[in-house]
């Protein structure tokens, strides 16, 4: 146990220096961009600019607002956005992440778990109409991206059918579906795929012939024995769907103009606001960051291999 | 005992004497030779990849797609940029073809009229997949489109293979503290979302294809590192491998004469798919506005152009996405199919 | 003694990516109540595909052409899937090679042992958990009752090899297909699970089927033995009659190949490569490797031929035409030790050294 206390040490330290890296790094990026962050700014005087500069602190040696910058990070302040009337960042994020979470939430489990039905549909049905039906509809649905996707729906069943409505966001789950099956195709397709990948091997493992051998059928064996050893290394791949669902999120929450963290995101690209981009980079990469140390705890918690060798000190 | 009715032999057998001599050492041959040629790994992985239909024809649509791009500037009927307002917004029209949507009609309001009169278009011309808000030949600007996209794909997974090849095979082959501080460096850069780098990138450099390019060529690579790695690790304990270094052959000799044939498999899949995922990416961020800047056609940019009217004309947005899906959904075919060809745990 | 299984004219073959492969070509062989029958033969010659049709857990591409498989009278080729459920763990039961990878990782031991007793007599959890106990015990697991919650990574080769025997035993089946069960094992682990399963066996009165390319494992549990080559039974005898009075060529090779005390300089190896399923050669398929080769082997296949009412083999020197031959001096001295002892009145091999 002792030892397992100092590899999560060691994680949680990595995890902390990939955060300050990234949020020195963003800050030093924010500095080399052309222009400055004022939409009118063909109309001010240099005097006017300067005086801003001095409200907003950018006159300061880039040092001296480096070391601002990160202290305020370290109590939750990223600074004041040049846009939106000065609201503070973490304050205008913060308003901004139920929307995100929530669609991002819906979006992974109905992907998640309806890929692990296609997935092991299609390993139990290898080679046949089946799994080439289910692995041509995971492949189609990596393929096609997801802003087509989601004006696709938007046209077909905001616009054509009006079941739900085109682009508007009342917090409730009838708007939120449509942007929810536009961001969960790409979770199925992936899980869908990497579940037969893995299905396929356990199904061909040595320990399946015998749970067949003791008499059980073979869907008994695929959902006693199988899919849980199938299952486990998907967490792996939490992390790759996060960042998925991200990039997702900037182009589905822009086409149902939902309130969230990827269409302030877009927003602040559009009108150089930079503590905004900052704000969300770090957002962001805080979240990844902390997704890929959960993934590797829960490794740890549901396979029992790891589990035991950890306990055992190793 | 059921042998037993085995025990006789066959009556229809004709067993002479002379049979019992002893065989000669051509006759035993005979029977002896081996049914299947022997093939190479990638005439193997070739047969293979031909029996897969789809990735087969995924492959004829890629390559006519990509002489289509190559051969843009004479296959294109107009210059894809140039401007002729009267000609606005027009809706499809093919000589000859005469269905809705094809032959330069349209619904406004209730009735179908032909738009082509409305404007006053010569008889004589035609757009075959009609005209944008500002006149442009959307056939010209896709077919330039495709080939800007394409362009930037191959770019960016070129910079992806000599990084990650180079990244994978210096780590996986010195190994201990050199590897170690390399994975650590990887672990790093893999804690930022690549679309937040890609991002930032674009927002410092000047927007143009160079940008793009260099901004995905920045995030590409790391997955290639880590698969070139992990197999570079496997194969360098191999008997051939510790039988060159035995030898004295350098590391660069080893990386190109043993290495790299080794783990061609590898690469071209991870290249396969890296270049719709690079495709993807151009699509994504001309789409939000930061990408290819106008005029230059990209297929994201012709989807951004066509998603802000496809309410009322969306064929200015269908086209487009279509080509890119056709294009994405034929790679990953593609690669999924060279990736069952490439493994022979699949072989049977 | 009543035969318990009988297989008959059994014809495999396996759909391939270059065609088909014809694995089990003709197979008949019997099982007695009781007894411990030992195929033999290299890999690829079809004793584990053999086995597993028995099972009738052969893979989606493998059909079998034709053939009977009669347990206990009843054709299991015929059966449905579902009484074959009900066959498989209970009468019949198998055990794998490597214990290594043919126990689930991520489930209890107790629970895998557990789990045919839950399948095939209805027990519920906790008396399924007390028989399961009962058979660790049985099959000699140290600490058994504290153990039982334990993952299968957290034994020895050694132990999951005893447990796999656990679950396979679980129901008392009427034979127990043992594919290979000590190759992946340290020789001095072999010897004890060898010991282990002619123990149970006396115990439980079980036939078994006990596949293996060890000639050694042979003599030390079998009654009887069959040897395959190229998806034919080549030759099947006691074990006395296989191990002193051998008369195919190939039967010859296999024992040559296996030291001995005795042997002295260089070890015998059968020449060649079995053949290619894919197209089998014309006519005795071991001809191309054989010595002693005659010209109608590379026309007609040869049938079985008696040599005592326990004993056939299939080789044309059988043949009343066929010319006398001198096989290799170790075999010659094999079955002059034979000949001796039988006339003395008893036998050679009995479950002890060869």
């Known amino acids: 146990m002792k030892s397992y206390g100092k590899y999560l040490a060691k994680r949680l330290f990595y995890m902390l220096l990939t955060l300050f890296l990234i949020a020195s790094i963003t800050f030093f990026l924010m500095k080399l961009l052309p222009g400055t962050p004022y939409t009118n700014q063909d109309k001010l005087s240099e005097e006017q600019i300067y005086i801003m500069n001095e409200q907003y602190g950018l006159n300061d040696p880039v040092p001296v607002q480096y070391l601002r910058y990160m202290g305020g990070l370290v109590t939750g302040d990223l600074g004041t956005s040049f846009q939106f009337d000065n609201t503070p960042v973490t304050q205008l994020l913060s308003t901004r992440v139920g929307p995100s979470l929530q669609l991002g939430a819906q979006a992974v489990l109905i992907g998640t778990i309806l890929g692990i039905v296609l997935g092991v549909i299609a390993a139990m049905k290898q080679n046949t109409w089946v799994d080439t039906a289910a692995t041509f509809t995971a492949i189609i649905g990596r393929s096609i991206p997801n802003f087509v996707i989601a004006v696709l729906l938007q046209l077909v069943f905001g616009v054509y059918l009006k079941w739900f409505p085109i682009a508007l966001w009342d917090g409730g789950f009838r708007s939120s579906i449509l942007p929810t099956i536009a961001l969960a195709i790409s979770p199925l397709a992936d899980s869908a795929r990497f579940i037969r990948t893995e299905m396929v091997d356990v199904l061909s493992s040595d320990y399946i012939e015998l749970a067949r051998a003791k008499g059980l059928s073979r869907w008994a064996v695929a959902f006693k024995h199988g899919v849980r050893n199938a299952l486990i290394p998907l967490v792996t791949i939490l992390g790759p769907m996060a960042v998925a669902l991200m990039t997702g999120s900037m182009v589905v929450e822009n086409i149902f103009a939902i309130p969230g963290i990827g269409e302030q995101f877009v927003k602040s690209i559009t009108t150089n606001d930079y503590p905004t981009i900052m704000g969300v980079t770090i957002l962001y990469s805080a979240m990844l960051v902390f997704i890929i140390l959960v993934v590797d705890i829960l490794y740890g918690v549901i396979d029992p291999r790891i589990r035991v060798s950890n306990e055992r000190g190793e | ?348 | 003694m009543s035969n318990i299984l009988e297989v008959k004219d059994l014809n495999i073959t396996f759909d391939t990516f270059a065609g088909k492969v014809q694995a089990i070509r003709g197979v008949n062989f019997d099982l007695k109540k009781g007894e411990t029958l030992a195929i033999v033969g290299e890999s690829g010659s079809g004793k584990s595909v053999t086995t597993r049709s028995i099972m009738r857990l052969l893979s989606q591409n493998a059909n079998i052409e034709k053939g009977e498989i009669l347990f206990n009278g009843q054709d299991l080729v015929k059966k449905s899937e579902k009484d074959m459920q009900g066959i498989r763990g209970k009468e019949i039961a198998m055990i794998f090679q490597d214990p290594m990878t043919s126990l689930n990782p991520t489930t209890t031991i107790g629970k895998q042992v557990a789990e045919p007793l839950r399948i095939h007599q209805n027990m519920n959890k906790e008396e399924a958990h007390a028989r399961a106990l009962k058979l660790l015990e049985l099959v000699g697991l140290p600490n058994a009752k504290n153990r039982m919650k334990q993952y299968p990574h957290q034994f020895s080769g050694g132990q999951r090899q005893r447990i796999v025997i656990a679950i396979a035993l679980a129901c008392s089946p009427e034979i127990l297909i043992a594919d290979e069960p000590t190759t992946a094992l340290d020789v001095t682990i072999q010897a004890q699970i060898l010991e282990l399963m002619k123990q149970l066996q006396s115990k439980i009165d079980t036939s078994i089927i006990f596949i293996t390319h060890d000639l050694g494992v042979v003599a030390n549990v079998a009654d009887r033995v069959a040897v395959m080559y190229a998806g034919k039974i080549v030759e099947v005898g006691t074990v006395d009659e296989i191990f002193y009075n051998p008369q195919h060529p190939y039967t010859w090779g296999l024992l040559a190949s296996m030291p001995t005390l005795e042997t002295e300089g260089s070890l015998y190896a059968i020449p060649g490569t079995p053949p290619d399923l894919l197209d089998p050669p014309k006519g005795d398929a071991f001809a191309p490797r054989n010595a002693y080769a005659m010209k109608i082997d590379t026309e007609y296949e040869p049938p079985m031929f008696k040599i005592s009412d326990t004993h056939y083999a299939a080789t044309w020197l059988l043949h009343e035409d066929a010319p006398a031959v001198e096989p290799p001096a170790e075999i010659k001295a094999r079955q002059e030790l034979f000949k001796k002892r039988y006339a003395e009145g008893h036998p050679v091999a009995e479950g002890g050294t060869v």
Request: charged share 15%; hydrophobic share 50%; net charge neutral.
């Open chain 2, 1 to 348: 005992m059921s042998n037993e009715n085995h025990s006789v032999a066959d009556e229809t057998i004709k067993i002479s004497p002379d049979m019992f001599e002893r065989a000669t050492g051509a006759q035993k041959e005979d029977s002896e030779k081996i049914a299947a040629p022997s093939l190479s790994f990638l005439q193997d992985s070739w047969r293979r990849l031909k029996k897969n239909k789809a990735a087969v024809l995924s492959l004829i649509v890629l390559i006519l797609m990509m002489l289509a791009s190559v051969a843009a500037p004479i296959l294109a009927p107009r210059d894809p940029n140039a401007q002729v307002i009267q000609h606005a917004n027009l809706p499809p029209k093919i000589p000859g073809v005469d269905i809705n949507g094809l032959n330069g009609t349209s619904v406004a309001g209730t009735t179908r009229v032909d738009k082509y009169e409305q404007q006053n278009v010569p008889d004589d011309v035609y757009y075959f997949l009609g005209t944008d808000s500002l006149g442009r030949d959307l056939l010209s600007r896709i077919l330039y489109g495709t080939r800007v996209s394409l362009l930037i794909a191959f770019v960016a997974a070129l910079f992806d293979l000599t990084i990650g090849v180079t990244y994978g095979l210096v780590s996986g082959w010195y190994g201990g503290r050199v590897d170690n501080v390399m994975q650590r460096i990887l672990e790093i850069i893999s804690g930022v979302p690549n679309l937040v780098v890609v991002i930032l990138m674009l927002l410092v450099l000047n927007p143009g294809i160079t940008s793009i390019i260099i901004a995905l060529a920045i995030t590409g690579w790391i997955s290639m590192a880590r698969v070139v790695r992990a197999q570079t690790l496997k194969l360098k304990n191999q008997e051939y491998i510790l039988a060159a270094r035995a030898l004295g052959e350098s590391p660069v000799q080893i990386a190109l004469k043993h290495l790299i044939p080794n783990l061609s498999g590898v690469i071209i899949i991870q290249t396969m798919f890296s270049i719709p995922s690079a495709i993807f990416f151009e699509a994504f961020l001309s789409f939000i506005g930061i990408g290819i800047p106008a005029p230059t056609a990209s297929l994201g940019t012709l989807i951004n152009d066509g998603y802000k009217t496809f309410r009322f004309l969306p064929h200015l947005m269908w086209y487009p996405a279509g080509v890119i899906c056709v294009l994405m959904i034929a790679f990953n075919l593609l690669a999924d199919g060279l990736r069952d060809a490439f493994d022979p745990k699949m072989k049977d």
